[in-house]
């Protein structure tokens, strides 16, 4: 075992790189969730997006467009969960947990050409001088654009529910939603948008995993990231940068049993492999006695009749 | 303008007809999908349902039907109950594979021995590896309040790694030639699980997969424990005040569900699939989510559930070697029938309305 191989500098910067999948796909639940709406269909949403970013990215020659697909995929495939939830009134649970598994075998059977394709690569964005500071510059300044995207959403969607009149409505809506209807908001049509925007987050996280952590297209390959996203909501009590700050540890563990499995260590490969599921428990363990942050109408069917 | 009206009781005629309306509806557009890769969908959907039941080679694929069926029906009858009372387990795939784990460790250990307490031995230390697994989330539940969906779900995947570490290190055989998996049990007698009668597909795990159901007719429509379940899922409240206990119902309903689960995986490792390797589960755990739906929770309809998409995995099969059709074909064909029952369920307890609605 040799540890010294595993440079901190380096294992920092993959660390931001690593969450960003997990990040983008909590943030958009956090949206969906505050909503009032409880969406298990992350996991499906993300594949999806994985191998429809990865087949306009193969065939446009671009990323960049790879990634608009993966949102378009995530949105497309989330408009079948707001049929269900919103249209027929199904129950969300079962819903979602229909979309993951639909999502798995359609993903599976658009991706069947594009096994062992090399999509085209994104590079770093030039970040000028800032990228050349020591240790700062390639821990926070040489990445890709989409994780300084995914920042930017997390930014977005927290000014967006703290100070915006569009957040108060959809937090009063997830809180709850008679009442809401009663002040007269369209609590169907603001959940539909707001299930749409999980749905398109999760795409690209999916097309991150595709496009540029692994990159190519392998069957099942988001491997439960989409429902480790789902347990990251919960441990951030639904605030915003509790999410960041949740994605960057599970991201820091990825990569740290990562450069373990390289630096051959003596636990065995698949034990390494294990822990970043192992710890999603823990923390929910030791997270889960404080639910009073809830959404107040989490997961409950509307239906304005009476 | 179309409206829904919430009916004052759930109707029983719809209830039973949205599963079949699924069903055609499923066939119709999976047909359509069929076409769009290309193939004749009248062709696919006859392949798929008439073939392995009245086609030539029918006497062949009827037994798989039971094969693939018993799986199906043990998983999903667990998860029913829970379903019931509003608790998801959905990481039976992963209290599958730790039965499945625990059953051949069991025989392994006393390999090369025949003896006749072999077989019931793995019988019980396999519904005890599904049982202790689905514990996890239940205890996890009942002590902390975290939320069981995402805990079994997290178990399935540290289920598989712990699968692949067993086929690559201790269970591995050491008569292998280096390649990993375990002993066949298949060539173990007092492991084998072997056909009751040869020819039929009756194996043990079918004739438990049987007594499940009727276990489970008895205890939800006879039996306290089964109102309890029942009342917990429709009227949480009502079940608190009539003195239910929720924390013994989150026990029971995970507990049963992983040892049934559990017991699945066991049949199948000293069956049909005969030895522990790296990709040994196949995603029954996932499917029989639903089956479970697709029966209504209920027993019978789990019986009949299980059957169908027993025929469509094995249809399936056969699509895939007659006439080419991606095997992801088909689970989006399974995906399909889950979501046109959720969408259709909507008629259970709504009526349609047409008209200019009133306004409030």
Not at chain 2, 14 to 37: D, E, Y
């Amino acid at each position: 075992m040799d540890l010294s191989v595993i440079n901190p500098i380096l294992l920092l910067a993959a660390l931001m790189s690593a969450a960003t999948p997990i990040l983008l796909a909590a943030t958009g639940e956090l949206v969906v969730e505050r909503a009032g709406v409880l969406n298990l269909g992350v996991e499906g949403m993300m594949i999806v997006g994985a191998i429809a970013g990865f087949i306009v990215a193969v065939n446009t020659g671009s990323p960049a467009l790879g990634f608009i697909g993966a949102a378009a995929g995530g949105a497309v495939l989330s408009l079948l969960f707001v049929f269900l939830t919103q249209v027929a009134l199904a129950n969300q649970v079962a819903s979602g947990l229909g979309l993951t598994l639909f999502g798995l075998g359609l993903s599976a059977l658009m991706g069947q050409s594009y096994v062992g394709v090399k999509p085209p690569r994104m590079g770093d964005l030039n970040l000028g001088p800032l990228s050349d500071i020591p240790v700062l510059g390639p821990i926070l300044f040489s990445h890709d654009a989409m994780v300084y995207i995914g920042l930017l959403i997390v930014a977005g969607v927290w000014t967006t529910l703290k100070y915006t009149r569009a957040g108060l409505v959809l937090r009063a809506v997830g809180e709850n939603h008679d009442a809401a209807h009663a002040l007269g908001y369209k609590v169907k049509r603001i959940r539909a948008l707001a299930i749409l925007f999980g749905g398109a987050c999760a795409g690209m996280g999916g097309a991150y995993i595709s496009l540029i952590r692994v990159p190519q297209w392998t069957e099942g390959m988001t491997a439960g990231v989409g429902w480790i996203a789902l347990a990251l909501v919960v441990f951030a009590s639904w605030k915003p940068w509790r999410v960041l700050l949740g994605a960057y540890l599970f991201g820091g563990i990825t990569q740290l049993q990562l450069n373990l499995q390289g630096a051959g260590v003596a636990i065995p490969v698949e034990y390494l492999a294990m822990s970043p599921y192992i710890v999603t428990i823990i923390v929910l363990v030791t997270l889960s006695a404080d639910k009073s942050r809830a959404p107040g109408s989490l997961g409950r069917i509307f239906h304005a009749s009476h | 303008m179309m409206r829904l009206e919430k009916r004052p009781q759930p109707s029983r005629a719809m209830a039973l007809a949205t599963p079949l309306l699924a069903v055609l509806a499923t066939m119709v557009f999976g047909g359509l999908l069929f076409a769009v890769l290309g193939e004749d969908p009248v062709q696919s959907i006859l392949t798929i349902f008439w073939q392995p039941l009245f086609g030539e080679f029918a006497f062949y694929y009827r037994p798989q039907l039971l094969v693939k069926g018993a799986p199906l029906v043990l998983i999903a009858m667990g998860l029913a109950l829970g379903f019931r009372a509003g608790i998801w387990n959905i990481g039976a795939e992963g209290q599958y594979i730790m039965g499945a784990i625990f059953g051949a460790a069991a025989a392994l250990v006393f390999y090369p021995l025949e003896a006749w307490w072999i077989f019931p031995l793995m019988v019980i230390c396999g519904g005890l590896g599904g049982f202790l697994w689905a514990m996890i989330p239940g205890l996890l539940k009942v002590k902390f309040g975290t939320n069981e969906i995402l805990v079994s779900l997290m178990l399935v995947y540290v289920a598989e790694q712990f699968l692949s570490s067993m086929s690559l290190g201790l269970l591995k055989n050491p008569e292998g030639y280096g390649f990993p998996g375990s002993r066949n049990l298949q060539q173990y007698a007092s492991a084998h699980n072997a056909e009751i009668v040869s020819g039929t597909g009756m194996h043990w795990g079918v004739v438990a997969a049987f007594i499940a159901v009727i276990f489970a007719y008895v205890l939800l429509t006879r039996h306290r424990l089964g109102f309890a379940i029942r009342v917990t899922g429709e009227a949480p409240r009502a079940a608190k005040f009539g003195g239910v206990n929720p924390a013994r119902l989150v026990l029971f309903c995970l507990g049963t569900s992983g040892l049934l689960a559990g017991l699945a995986g066991m049949f199948e490792v000293a069956g049909p699939a005969g030895q522990i390797t790296i990709d040994f589960n196949v995603g029954y755990g996932f499917t029989a989510i639903i089956v479970a739906f697709l029966g209504r929770l209920h027993p019978v309809g789990i019986l009949l559930a299980g059957g169908l998409m027993a025929l469509t995995y094995i249809g399936g099969d056969i699509a895939q070697s007659q006439l080419g059709l991606p095997a992801a074909a088909i689970q989006v064909f399974q995906g399909m029938l889950l979501f046109f029952l959720l969408a259709l369920d909507v008629l259970t307890n709504y009526r349609l309305r047409f008209g200019a609605a009133e306004v409030a």
